[in-house]
Every structure is written in structure tokens, then in C-alpha cells.
């Protein structure tokens, strides 16, 4: 599966790119329709200290498109949140798509 990745006001960086794809090939393991990955990042200037760093992950699969976001003060945190967002939905995705 192809994983790429979008950067918005953020440097590209290795690390969390690797932390990202480490996620998602776990998800692909156990959820093995899943066809191509987006995963974006972006920066949004906010009065909060504990929002700015935003983590979208957008999963194809066939039929429909996935996508999760989350918002947190630090990159690895919202992209755990969105990575357990999209777990749940490709799991209701699974038990629909399983024959009786």
C-alpha cells in the first residue's frame, strides 16, 4: 500500500514520517482491504497552547474513504488520536463487509 504524505506550514520530517508509517502498516496488517493512505500535517496559529498541530488521515478502502482527524499541542499525539479514530472505523468497515 502507498502512504504519502502532505505538509502544510511544517518542515517534512523523517521521524514522523516513520512513526506514521509504523502506524498505519500495523493497521494494514490486521485490516488488509485497505488500498492507499494520505496522512497530512499542517499548522494552525491558535490562541491555545494545547491545539495548533493538526493530523489528518485520510485511508481508501473499496467503497468508500476514511478519514480522521485530530487536533493537539504536538504532532505525535494527534497522530495517535486520528490513527485510533480510523482503527475504530476500518473495524465497523470489516464487520460490514463480513458474510453471514
Do not use: H
Not at 468508500?64 to 472505523?89: D, M, R, Y
Amino acid at each position: 500500500m502507498n502512504i504519502n504524505f502532505e505538509y502544510k506550514d511544517v518542515s517534512a520530517s523523517p521521524r514522523l514520517e516513520g512513526l506514521a508509517s509504523e502506524k498505519i502498516n500495523k493497521l494494514e496488517a490486521k485490516y488488509d482491504f485497505m488500498v492507499a493512505c494520505d496522512i497530512y500535517f499542517k499548522r494552525e496559529k491558535t490562541s491555545s497552547d494545547n491545539t495548533g498541530r493538526i493530523c489528518e488521515i485520510r485511508i481508501n478502502v473499496p467503497g468508500t474513504t476514511i478519514f480522521a482527524q485530530a487536533n493537539n499541542s504536538k504532532f505525535e499525539s494527534a497522530l495517535a488520536k486520528a490513527s485510533s479514530e480510523v482503527q475504530v472505523q476500518l473495524q465497523k468497515k470489516k464487520d460490514k463487509m463480513q458474510t453471514y
